[in-house]
């Protein structure tokens, strides 16, 4: 790979040892991968926050870092609302670490506005074109799909060691070469909300990490962008989709010739899953709401009280846009909580039965919480049922 006189520089460890580690590991990423050099990025979205994933290794691993990122900066949720913790039922033992963990990124310069959807709270960070090194499967899929920016599915590591340098191995979707599609997907029904999240479900699980070209009867949102790749990037290992007539770079390519469709009788097999099974907990916003969703949630909890756990997962800066819609679902039970998610927070190990609105947190709670999970509308998980 070619490296520029001050790249060289700083892997023979002439800025210190943390921008040497940071250079070492980059490189090896370019070599392995091929690429030819280093591109600048825009912006880095860093994952492994939360103490349940990363562990003491992970927290005496950044608290030995020096230095600060060169590129705007943002963490991917921690393992607790970072003020409301108490209410969530985590423990003390665990806020500390957690803590000490948050503070370390902070150390280095890096935005402590823990969430997955950084493009909800901060448009400069991401564009059509842009260069990126974000690491969060779902905000990955977002930047490259939606967006039309440009980044791979970055380790927590290599999204920091592009932070502090600026700049990423130019290989993989990087790469004009590296963005066409493979496969198409026909969508034989019309769509709407939780609905994307039960076909991302379904089609990341058949084409893995090819790169799906969506044929669809119904235009989505950006929100039902959102969760159709959150889900098919924890289903399957989708960075990267384009929907025709939608996304950005969609009218760039034909149809590929090999297809597989859905129909809706395969969509209703994933929400009737486990229909009428006792819930413990409705978790909403996976990736985190937008404002929308926020108001929406604010709007079918008008009036109601809820009779079982409800929590509403945001970034801390649409909560605090939209005070109003936090008092009104707050009003009638639910909660909202920010900084965190029903999937990295231990909060969630504790209850039995979870029901989203997301296939992503479908796909993973099961795994990494230890407890079932069902998909149901928004209407239907605020009720607290998943009888749709
Ligand atoms: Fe975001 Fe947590 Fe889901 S990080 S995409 S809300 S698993």
């Known amino acids: 790979m070619y490296l520029t006189r001050e790249e060289e520089a700083l892997l023979d460890g002439e800025k210190g040892p943390t921008l040497q580690k940071a250079m070492e590991l980059l490189t090896a990423l370019g070599d392995i991968y091929g690429a030819d050099s280093l591109v600048p990025i825009k912006s880095a979205q860093i994952a ?3 103490y349940k994933t990363i562990g003491d290794a992970g927290l005496e691993w950044i608290s030995d870092l020096k230095g600060k990122v060169v590129v705007p900066s943002i963490l991917n949720p921690a393992g607790m609302d970072l003020e409301r913790w108490h209410e969530m039922g985590v423990d003390e033992e665990f806020a500390a670490n957690q803590t000490k963990i948050i503070e370390a990124y902070q150390r280095l310069g890096i935005r402590c ?20 090194a974000w690491s969060e499967s779902s905000a990955v899929s977002y930047a490259n799909s939606v967006i039309g920016a440009r980044t791979n599915r970055e380790g927590g590591p290599s999204a920091l060691a592009a932070a502090l340098i600026g700049k990423t191995a130019n290989y993989g979707y990087h790469l004009d070469e590296n963005r066409a599609p493979v496969i198409t997907v026909q969508v034989d029904c019309q769509l709407s909300g ?3 999240g039960a076909l991302g479900y379904l089609v990341g699980a058949q084409v893995g990490s090819d790169i799906p070209m969506f044929r669809l009867q119904s235009r989505p949102t950006n929100t039902e962008l959102k969760a159709l790749g959150a889900a098919m990037a924890a ?15 969609s009218g760039s390519y034909q149809a590929p010739d090999e297809t597989i469709t859905i129909e809706r009788s395969q969509l209703d097999e994933v ?3 486990d229909r009428g099974h006792h819930v413990d907990l409705a978790a909403l916003g996976c990736p985190h709401y937008s404002l929308e969703e926020l108001e929406l949630a604010a709007e079918l909890l008008e009036g109601v009280r809820v009779e079982k756990e409800v929590w509403i997962y945001t970034s801390r800066q649409v909560r605090d846009a939209s005070p109003d819609a936090v008092r009104r679902i707050e009003a009638s039970g639910a909660k ?5 998610c029903m999937v990295v927070s231990p909060a969630t190990d504790r ?3 979870v029901l989203t609105d997301s296939g992503k947190a479908l796909k993973y709670i099961p795994g990494m919480c230890g407890v079932g999970s069902g998909l149901a509308s928004i209407r239907e998980c605020l009720k607290g049922r998943n009888s749709d």
Not at 118 to 129: E, M, V, W
Not at 236 to 249: C, I, S
């Open 113 to 132: 506005e823990c969430t997955c959807t950084p493009y909800h709270i901060d448009t400069s960070l991401a564009s059509f074109g842009d260069h990126l």
């Open 235 to 249: 289903s399957g290992a989708v960075a990267l989709y384009h929907v025709v007539g939608v996304t950005p770079e």
């Open 351 to 353: 209850f039995g039965y």
């Open 271 to 273: 929400f009737g899953k």
């Open 48 to 50: 492994g926050v939360s």
């Open 194 to 196: 939780a609905d994307y």
């Open 336 to 340: 909202v909580f920010v900084d965190t």
